[in-house]
């Protein structure tokens, strides 16, 4: 998703003094942080308020005289047409992607591989099994003296891989393109069919391509291409007054396209690709037979010291062997929980990008309050927003100008991507504290989150609690999905910029000795700039980048530590834009009523977003 970078450094430049990125919301038993103890939807959990600026900002507005003839009349009617001129010159150049209207072939293509990725996935093709398990490189410890071995051709580099969502796979391929020896060990028992599909957005690809162009190659044929339309910021309910701009529900605050800064890199454009299928696209094409062993979380590691390499034990006690050890394995990441001798609960259960959308609804609830009490030792930090997520089967009404939408309201946001093959990923963030859960179903109501979305984004009468009558478009998509196929969770990510002032750390940021970290193990983000995947891609290429130059294995710490000191200041910039303007995107409303300041914000927001891209769509990382 690609859509806050713009509005974050205009923010930034903007204002100095605004919620902070780790205490974004007021501690859950402050009580100017939220409403009432009882909901006015029927809600477990109470919602939070916008606090700093904002709540300043909303409390100064509602003391002033107000003048409803000001607020009279309709929207510019330039805000409601979809492509505007300046994206479509860019959009008709000669080397941009040709939009290929949807279609029935098109459409079964898409959702027949997503279908069979996911049967591939449960019938374990490719995983590590039986016999070959028993017989596995990894079992054996080698008699390595002090000082390490030799790294040759006939002798390469090992690497185990903890963790088989997209950073684990992708580093696993880039040392397998390098020759080195690499196992996987994820703790689901299957690669699980969940979760909507993945845009893999113009840097990431450029990554992938460098990797394998085998596998590069089958995930642009696979994928649907977003970056052919035009995406952008929507205000989602009637805003605004004669003195700062009129804007109707569903008017265009900002419009913008992708491709412009990916061509200007020579950088392929943006495909969105299903899980299952990118899965097995890497497990298929970049990686050798039962390098995957699934039911396998590693616990705990030994480093062995003076170039002899790393022990892993994994839960049920097995132990493996290699001269390096990666941590991809999630934001509650067991191996950063022991590089950085975190709290013995900061290692709990991780929904990881094999396994985490197979949680019920029961399981998702116990999983919201457990991670709460996982958080705090693992030094993670509350968003502030509850997620509700689905993949609806659905044809958009704007699908063939329109990729990629965000509609935009007072503490609360509707994001909508193309799925591809006629389908919508949709997410609604709603702020309100950590650990809430939905109503069980009963006879009375047998869908409650599809019940609350509809009060969240009621499109007629008296609309939301806060009587905002929102744009049809949500509720379009929300009541295109079902109740089973609606998942919630709370957004968790982490501290932009280190937090320590211990030297080791300031060194070797995500690594010490022969395991490092990668991916959501070291920069979890908010799914706001849509490069949580996109990032990781670049840690996996360049981490096998540094560790390819080794040529004794003692060297292998070095490498790993000029992996982390390369990377971390990128990511942190990434993962800041994204929590900035997470954090502010649902004041952004308030903004529409303000004179001068208003217009000012969405003229900087717009300006920003090709120099935005242009930093995330680099060819080099």
């Known amino acids: 998703m690609q859509f806050v970078h713009g509005y974050a450094l205009a923010v930034a430049a903007l204002t100095t003094t605004t919620t902070t990125a780790v205490g974004a919301f007021a501690p859950a038993s402050s009580p100017r942080a939220f409403r009432t103890a009882i909901s006015p939807l029927g809600v477990t959990g109470q919602q939070a308020e916008s606090i700093g600026p904002a709540q300043l900002l909303r409390k100064l507005k509602a003391d002033l005289p107000q003048f409803d003839f000001l607020a009279e009349g309709h929207g510019n009617p330039a805000n409601k047409i979809d492509v505007p001129d300046h994206v479509r010159a860019v959009l008709s150049k000669p080397n941009a992607p040709t939009r290929e209207a949807e279609n029935e072939e098109r459409t079964h293509r898409i959702r027949s591989r997503a279908k069979q990725a996911a049967e591939d996935a449960l019938e374990l093709k490719g995983m590590l099994l039986g016999e070959e398990d028993e017989k596995a490189w990894w079992r054996t410890r080698r008699d390595i003296p002090k000082g390490g ?61 460098r990797i394998n162009p085998e596998v590069y190659q089958e995930l642009v044929n696979a994928g649907t291409c977003t970056a052919d339309r035009v995406s952008g910021l929507k205000i989602g309910y009637r805003k605004g007054n004669k003195l700062a701009g009129l804007y109707d529900a569903g008017d265009w605050l900002v419009r913008f396209d992708t491709v412009g800064p990916a061509l200007e890199a020579g950088l392929p454009a943006t495909v969105v690709v299903d899980r299952p299928v990118i899965q097995q696209i890497l497990v298929k094409y970049g990686l050798p037979e039962g390098t995957v062993r699934i039911a396998s979380r590693v616990q705990s590691y030994e480093n062995l010291g003076n170039g002899r390499g790393v022990k892993a034990i994994l839960e049920d006690g097995t132990e493996a062997y290699a001269d390096a050890l990666v941590g991809a394995d999630g934001i509650w990441s067991q191996v950063r929980k022991c590089i950085h001798e975190l709290g013995d609960g900061a290692g709990g259960f991780a929904a990881s990008g094999a396994a985490g959308g197979a949680l019920d609804d029961a399981e998702a609830r116990k999983l919201a309050r457990d991670t709460v009490k996982i958080a705090s030792q693992a030094d993670r930090r509350y968003s502030g927003f509850t997620c509700y997520a689905a993949l609806a089967p659905h044809r958009a009404s704007n699908i063939e100008d329109v990729s990629y939408q965000i509609l935009l309201g007072e503490k609360k946001y509707f994001v909508s991507t193309d799925g591809g093959g006629e389908r919508q990923q949709w997410f609604a963030l709603i702020r309100e504290p950590a650990g809430g859960v939905d109503e069980v179903p009963t006879p009375e109501d047998p869908t409650p989150k599809l019940t609350r979305l509809r009060k969240e984004f009621a499109c007629t009468g008296t609309g939301d609690q806060d009587g905002n009558v929102w744009d049809q478009f949500a509720l379009e998509l929300i009541e295109a999905s079902s109740e089973d196929d609606i998942k919630r969770r709370d957004l968790y990510d982490g501290a932009p910029l280190l937090t320590t002032f211990d030297p080791r750390r300031l060194l070797n940021p995500w690594a010490r000795g022969p395991v490092a970290l990668c991916g959501d193990a070291c920069h979890p983000m908010m799914p706001n700039l849509g490069q949580g995947g996109c990032q990781s891609t670049e840690d996996g290429y360049r981490l096998v980048e540094e560790l390819s130059g080794v040529k004794n294995t003692r060297e292998v710490p070095v490498a790993l530590a000029k992996y982390s000191r390369v990377r971390v200041i990128r990511t942190a910039i990434v993962q800041g834009f994204a929590q900035l303007g997470s954090d502010l995107l649902v004041d952004f409303d308030l903004m529409m009523t303000i004179p001068l300041l208003g217009p000012f914000f969405l003229t900087m927001t717009q300006l920003s977003m090709p120099w935005i891209l242009r930093f995330l769509y680099t060819p080099e990382f």
Do not use: W
Not at 163 to 173: I, K, R, W
Not at 177 to 185: E, L, N, W
């Open 149 to 209: 071995r030799a790294v040759t051709s006939e002798d390469p580099l090992t690497v185990l891989v903890a963790g088989g969502g997209l950073a684990g796979l992708v580093t696993a391929a880039a040392c397998h393109s390098k020759g080195m020896k690499v196992a996987i060990f994820e703790q689901a028992s299957s690669y699980a069919p969940y979760g909507g599909p993945i845009q893999i957005q113009s840097n990431a690809l450029r990554a992938i391509q």
